[in-house]
């Protein structure tokens, strides 16, 4: 089912780029982030309950929780760290696919 989710801390088209490779790797099908919105709103086809904990798991692995998934002042700090990583992995992927 095609399910649209509200995730932090995702800024830029680097972010996007990262999650949906990321997400494509992993399996899924159909990913799309809406970076025209705020809350960054994430698009994806889940089929189960295990899929579902896999996309959630996949993303906060990344930096980017499901909004109201952020607990506490520590947690959120280390979640935005990643995502500063994550989205300069994304940056140079998209530079180096212009090349």
Known sequence: MITVFEVANIRCG??????????????FNEVSVDLSCEPRKVTVDIL???????????LRRLGYPLIGE?????????LKLKSFVSCAVGKFSTDKESD
């Open 14 to 27: 680097g972010c996007a780029n990262t999650i949906t490779s990321s997400l494509k790797e992993a399996g």
């Open 48 to 58: 189960d309950e295990a899929q579902l904990a896999q996309f959630k798991a996949v």
């Open 70 to 78: 952020e607990e506490g002042a520590l947690d959120n700090a280390a």
